[in-house]
């Protein structure tokens, strides 16, 4: 049996403000410009002062017309600020906490038992209870509504999600999932709409922070919740801006324009008060199955041999990372140690030619995919650079950069064989610490964002999932190595790291390895 107890005391509640009637006007035009150390101060106020508002500049805004925790890109904004999930994966141990549950059994082998906290209301004063978190789960659960944790983190393999009673939520497999509060932790919960197939423009959840206003590509603001069930965060309001440079972000941080710059590159990663830190994702490509030459497995290995992954870390990452032999590092459970990609040009030239000799189109120009700055790089270094890569083992290769949007379009599109053949360059983060997690939702049927159906890997990852402890280990281990010799449709590059500046003094912040996918502003701390 699994379970969890929360001894967190609830504090007594006061009637929530209206979003509409908290004034925001001052945060656009000004960073972070007083807080006192309020400490243990008088019973009700917080550690910062009333006007503690905070600038935050980041890299991509939320995907146009919709600000809906589905879209897994709005995380960083939203999870832990404005929308919880039911379980919390601790940012620096990865350990599970209660959140909005306070304890979950595994009553069977299929069925899973969730006691919800009590006292707890979304933003917009609807109750937070066992139905509200049954029909939000089952929304995601919804294949109409594309929600990008189904096939990536949760499992369709749930037949059901209902509440027992007001405070009890059931949640029924088909088949085994021993690591299914871990999944939860990954899927925040909105307020139930009256559509639940919409996108989610006004984002309601039972966050720290309420969401005041969205102005497409520039500014993103919220509030502190006065009604919160929990401990109030010190800063009192937030203001997310968006700029695609690294170097303008870094400039902002250095006039003082902000109080933290984050997504910084390498270039810049020394600049005062910049903290670099590890983090769990992994720079990789992704490569079509179904278009010539890519549809020849030669092909796609000899990619893989053709980059020199310690050559593109101290050129593009100025030696900040490591070369990556999987999408998933080192610490997540099913890395296989015995599968790797050395650099061998030479053999890489010797598959292209045995392929082009049997009549396999291996002088198709093909497309690197990727957007400006991807993972904290300048303009289109990352895809100039393999595209280099590819060319001195005879592949014909060109750079096409594109707007986040897109790019994004072009990501999740099905393939079109007619089309150049595609080599989609993208980032991926397991903080979930399972293999499960990153093998299934790149590579398993009818995932997302996957190529290809292979039956056989399919079956691997079914045995897996099902499995515990060192069993699961060793199945996750066997379905990677089949991955990488039988299917090899990714190519991992680089494990990386991240940097943010704190530009103000008042700040007190340490970044984890989650930082860089979900921002917790309850977190950061005043004191000057």
Same mark, same amino acid.
């Not at 967190?8 to 945060?27: D, F, I, K, N, Y």
């Not at 106020?45 to 589905?70: F, H, Q, W, Y």
């Not at 000899?302 to 990452?317: G, K, P, S």
């Not at 293999?435 to 045995?463: I, N, R, W, Y």
């Given at each position: 049996?699994?379970?969890?107890?929360?001894?967190?005391?609830?504090?007594?509640?006061?009637?929530?403000?209206?979003?509409?009637?908290?004034?925001?006007?001052?945060?656009?035009? =000004?960073?972070?410009?007083? +807080?006192?150390?309020?400490?243990? #101060?008088?019973?009700?106020?917080?550690? !910062?002062?009333?006007?503690?508002?905070?600038?935050?500049?980041?890299?991509?805004?939320?995907?146009?017309?919709?600000?809906?925790?589905?879209?897994?890109?709005?995380?960083?904004?939203?999870?832990?600020?404005?929308?919880?999930?039911?379980?919390?994966?601790?940012?620096?141990?990865?350990?599970?906490?209660?959140?909005?549950?306070?304890?979950?059994?595994?009553?069977?082998?299929?069925?899973?038992?969730?006691?919800?906290?009590?006292?707890?209301?979304?933003?917009?004063?609807?109750?937070?209870?066992?139905?509200?978190?049954?029909?939000?789960?089952?929304?995601?659960?919804?294949?109409?509504?594309? +929600?990008?944790?189904?096939?990536?983190?949760?499992?369709?393999?749930?037949?059901?999600?209902?509440?027992?009673?007001?405070?009890?939520?059931?949640?029924?497999?088909?088949?085994?999932?021993?690591?299914?509060?871990?999944?939860?932790?990954?899927?925040?919960?909105?307020?139930?709409?009256?559509?639940?197939?919409?996108?989610?423009?006004?984002?309601?959840?039972?966050?720290?922070?309420?969401?005041?206003?969205?102005?497409?590509?520039?500014?993103?603001?919220?509030?502190?919740?006065?009604?919160?069930?929990?401990?109030?965060?010190?800063?009192?309001?937030?203001?997310?801006?968006?700029?695609?440079?690294?170097?303008?972000?870094?400039?902002?941080?250095?006039? !003082?324009?902000?109080?933290?710059?984050?997504?910084?590159?390498?270039?810049?990663?020394?600049?005062?008060?910049?903290?670099?830190?590890?983090?769990?994702?992994?720079?990789?490509?992704?490569?079509?199955?179904?278009?010539?030459?890519?549809?020849?497995?030669?092909?796609?290995?000899?990619?893989?041999?053709?980059?020199?992954?310690?050559?593109?870390?101290?050129?593009?990452?100025?030696?900040?990372?490591?070369?990556?032999?999987?999408?998933?590092?080192?610490?997540?459970? #099913?890395?296989?140690?015995?599968?790797?990609?050395?650099?061998?040009?030479?053999?890489?030239?010797?598959?292209?030619?045995?392929?082009?000799?049997?009549?396999?189109?291996?002088?198709?120009?093909?497309?690197?995919?990727?957007?400006?700055?991807?993972?904290?790089?300048?303009?289109?270094?990352?895809?100039?650079?393999?595209?280099?890569?590819?060319?001195?083992?005879?592949?014909?290769?060109?750079?096409?950069?594109?707007?986040?949007?897109?790019?994004?379009?072009?990501?999740?599109?099905?393939?079109?064989?007619?089309?150049?053949?595609?080599?989609? =360059?993208?980032?991926?983060?397991?903080?979930? !610490?399972?293999?499960?997690?990153?093998?299934?939702?790149?590579?398993?049927?009818?995932?997302?964002?996957?190529?290809? +159906?292979?039956?056989?890997?399919?079956?691997?990852?079914?045995?897996?999932?099902?499995?515990?402890?060192?069993?699961?280990?060793?199945?996750?281990?066997?379905?990677?190595?089949?991955?990488?010799?039988?299917?090899?449709?990714?190519?991992?590059?680089?494990?990386?790291?991240?940097?943010?500046?704190?530009?103000?003094?008042?700040?007190?912040?340490?970044?984890?390895?989650?930082?860089?996918?979900?921002?917790?502003?309850?977190?950061?701390?005043?004191? +000057?």
């Amino acid at each position: 049996m699994t379970t969890s107890r929360d001894l967190v005391q609830h504090r007594s509640r006061t009637p929530r403000r209206s979003a509409a009637g908290t004034a925001v006007a001052a945060l656009a035009a =000004v960073a972070l410009t007083a +807080c006192s150390a309020g400490g243990a #101060g008088e019973a009700g106020t917080t550690g !910062g002062s009333s006007d503690a508002a905070l600038r935050i500049v980041m890299a991509n805004p939320p995907k146009e017309g919709t600000l809906d925790t589905c879209d897994g890109d709005n995380n960083q904004l939203l999870q832990e600020n404005i929308t919880e999930p039911l379980v919390r994966a601790n940012g620096e141990t990865g350990e599970l906490e209660p959140l909005l549950a306070v304890e979950w059994t595994e009553e069977s082998a299929t069925r899973w038992l969730f006691t919800l906290r009590e006292g707890v209301t979304f933003h917009d004063g609807q109750p937070f209870d066992a139905e509200a978190a049954a029909w939000w789960l089952n929304r995601v659960l919804d294949p109409a509504t594309d +929600c990008y944790v189904l096939e990536s983190v949760l499992t369709s393999d749930i037949t059901s999600v209902s509440a027992v009673d007001e405070h009890t939520l059931a949640i029924d497999l088909g088949s085994p999932d021993p690591i299914l509060p871990r999944r939860l932790a990954f899927t925040p919960i909105g307020a139930p709409t009256d559509d639940p197939l919409a996108e989610v423009t006004d984002p309601v959840g039972t966050g720290p922070y309420q969401f005041v206003n969205y102005t497409p590509d520039q500014s993103f603001t919220m509030e502190r919740y006065a009604d919160y069930w929990g401990e109030a965060p010190d800063v009192e309001e937030v203001e997310y801006i968006f700029r695609s440079e690294s170097a303008v972000r870094a400039a902002m941080a250095s006039t !003082g324009e902000v109080d933290l710059a984050m997504s910084i590159t390498a270039q810049d990663a020394d600049a005062p008060n910049a903290q670099t830190y590890t983090i769990s994702e992994t720079l990789y490509a992704r490569l079509d199955s179904e278009v010539p030459p890519f549809d020849d497995a030669r092909v796609r290995k000899a990619v893989n041999l053709a980059i020199d992954r310690q050559t593109f870390i101290d050129n593009v990452f100025g030696g900040k990372g490591e070369p990556a032999s999987e999408i998933f590092l080192p610490n997540v459970v #099913g890395y296989n140690p015995d599968v790797t990609w050395e650099y061998d040009p030479d053999e890489a030239r010797r598959l292209i030619a045995e392929a082009k000799a049997d009549g396999v189109d291996v002088d198709r120009e093909i497309e690197i995919l990727g957007r400006a700055g991807l993972r904290n790089s300048n303009g289109s270094e990352t895809m100039d650079t393999l595209a280099a890569m590819l060319g001195e083992v005879g592949l014909k290769a060109r750079t096409v950069v594109m707007e986040f949007e897109q790019y994004r379009d072009r990501f999740e599109a099905p393939q079109d064989p007619a089309a150049l053949p595609m080599m989609i =360059v993208n980032v991926h983060g397991n903080s979930l !610490g399972d293999a499960h997690l990153s093998l299934a939702g790149k590579l398993g049927c009818g995932a997302p964002q996957s190529p290809v +159906c292979d039956e056989t890997f399919q079956q691997m990852l079914d045995a897996a999932g099902a499995a515990s402890g060192d069993e699961r280990e060793s199945l996750l281990q066997d379905a990677a190595r089949y991955a990488h010799d039988e299917m090899t449709f990714l190519v991992p590059v680089a494990y990386t790291t991240d940097t943010l500046i704190t530009a103000n003094e008042c700040v007190q912040y340490t970044p984890n390895p989650a930082t860089f996918q979900k921002l917790a502003v309850a977190e950061i701390k005043l004191d +000057c």
